[in-house]
């Protein structure tokens, strides 16, 4: 009897490391990445936010995932280093975003809008990008972003 209370206790305290593993590398990814300021250029207007940038391919993968709130004008680049084709998704991601796909040039190629949280559909660049920018659900339509306004940023030329 005692020897499988032990047992039952190891299995309960393994599960509870296992699932607090992966916020905690999340949390420790995030802290890891740089920030910068980025400006957002459309209709004549200039918008700043302060962005965390994204460089590793384990930065890449936890982006924004566990976290619960975003400044309306902070956001997350990812910067993939040429232009490719991106595809993102919304796995443990637990607010809406936009993401604003962006050419190495600076310009939107694509924007995909209030994105679902948790959800595993794919979505795409709908052409080459270099870069992605993630920030709260909304903020583009506020501000009125659309394909070929610019993002004004150290990693385009």
Known sequence: MWQKCIDLKSVLLFA???????????VLAQEAMS??????????????????VATTEA?????????????ADAGMLFDYGKPRQI?????NTLISLDMIFISGEGRIVS??????????????????????LEVNAGTAARLGLKANDW???DIFP
Do not use: C
């Open 59 to 71: 930065q890449h993968r936890t982006g924004l995932m566990y976290r619960t709130r975003l400044a």
């Open 111 to 132: 924007i995909a809008e209030n994105t679902e949280p948790f959800s595993l559909t794919v979505i795409d660049s709908g052409g080459l990008a270099q870069a992605v």
């Open 16 to 26: 509870f490391v296992l699932l607090a593993s992966a916020p905690l590398s999340a």
């Open 87 to 91: 595809s993102m998704w919304m796995k």
């Open 151 to 153: 993002v004004e940023h």
């Open 35 to 52: 920030r910068s300021q980025l400006v957002l250029v459309s209709g004549g207007e200039r918008h700043n936010f302060t962005v965390e």
